[in-house]
């Protein structure tokens, strides 16, 4: 990492650059996490989540009131692969998600 995540304060905004490939899905998961809050991809899955809803098919079950529901899956619009990168402002959970994936992030302020 370029600067130390205690160099980094709550509320300043960062920029987050995958270097290296998650060896684990638990990391994966973070670093998806992670950057679903860049406000670009926040917008994007905004938008999926429209689409879904929009698409979305209500049958009766069983000839009762009893609505059944068929939903679409959740498209992730942010993959953790090397070289992805995404900008955020750094609150306390996100500084702590990033220490857990220190090794595969490269932090900057933005």
Known sequence: MTATLTDITPGTDVKVTITKTPTNAAAEKTLVRILHKDPAVAAEQKRLQKSRRKNEKLTVRGGRLRIWEHRQVKIASASATAGTTGSLKATADVLRD?????????????
């Open 98 to 110: 990033l220490a857990s994936v220190a090794r595969f992030v490269e932090v900057t302020p933005a």
